[in-house]
Nanobody, 128 residues
Framework: QVQLVESGGGLVQAGDSLRLSCAAS????????MGWFRQAPGKDREFVAA????????YYADSVKGRFTISRDNAKNTVYLQRNSLKPEDTAVYSC?????????????????????WGQGTQFTVSS
């Protein structure tokens, strides 16, 4: 079983930048595509960003495109989400997820059901 732990949450002001990290256990991390999702109070969980197992492909929700950047460092077993120009509507619990299928890059990266392993999530709040 893969364990994922998010960090980098907290409270910031609108316009600030902050990077989230997702540390993964296991030697198979480098074989999995990874995704970031978020869920605001009273709203459904939504897709934020995803990256293929080798980092060659990245995908973003329209709401964060141009502001957020997903990256990975397989040597550190870590996936990052750099977030710039933060807005109050970015406030949510952010969770990272691992696909669980080695060397696989599917066409439905935006669906939460495609991911097998999930972190506990980290609360992030942006004040105006």
């Amino acid at each position: 079983q893969v364990q994922l732990v998010e960090s980098g949450g907290g409270l910031v002001q609108a316009g600030d930048s902050l990077r989230l990290s997702c540390a993964a256990s296991g030697r198979t991390f480098s074989r999995y595509g990874m995704g970031w999702f978020r869920q605001a109070p009273g709203k459904d969980r939504e897709f934020v960003a995803a990256i293929s197992w080798d980092g060659s492909r990245t995908y973003y929700a329209d709401s964060v495109k141009g502001r957020f950047t997903i990256s990975r460092d397989n040597a550190k077993n870590t996936v990052y989400l750099q977030r710039n120009s933060l807005k109050p509507e970015d406030t949510a619990v952010y969770s990272c997820a691992a696909d669980g299928r080695p060397y696989y890059s599917g066409a439905k990266y935006y669906r939460a059901q495609e991911y097998r392993y999930w972190g506990q999530g980290t609360q992030f709040t942006v004040s105006s």
